[in-house]
């Protein structure tokens, strides 16, 4: 069984960045997908990005794309995101999921989750 644990979330102004890092325990499988998702208060979970873990091949949303940067590292068994030019909207917890089926941007299609980590950006 996959367990994530989420890590690098913290306290930063506009402009800034950070990496967010997620470990996991047990072997993914080159066709399962690893996404970031985030959820702020009052609002619905939703999709950040996602990583195909064979081939790598990326997505994102269009809230976070040529900012965010999502990879993965097989040894490691660990996916990350870089986050830059971080704006006050991205605030929010920041949740690694495991898709069994492939890259999905539907939250129902990950079986797997993590803790969250809390990202707060100040304007």
């Known amino acids: 069984q996959v367990q994530l644990v989420e890590s690098g979330g913290g306290l930063v102004q506009a402009g800034e960045s950070l990496r967010l890092s997620c470990a996991a325990s047990?072997?993914?499988?080159?066709?399962?997908?690893m996404g970031w998702f985030r959820q702020a208060p009052g609002r619905e979970r939703e999709f950040v990005a996602c990583?195909?873990?064979?081939?790598?091949?990326?997505y994102y949303a269009n809230s976070v794309k040529g900012r965010f940067t999502i990879s993965r590292s097989s040894p490691a068994n660990a996916v990350y995101l870089q986050m830059n030019s971080l704006e006050p909207d991205d605030t929010a917890v920041y949740y690694c999921a495991r898709a069994r089926g492939g890259y999905s941007t539907r939250a129902a299609d990950y079986d797997v989750w993590g803790q969250g980590t809390q990202v707060t950006v100040s304007s």
């Open positions: 990583i195909r873990w064979g081939v790598g091949n990326t």
């Open positions: 047990g072997r993914i499988f080159s066709s399962h997908a």
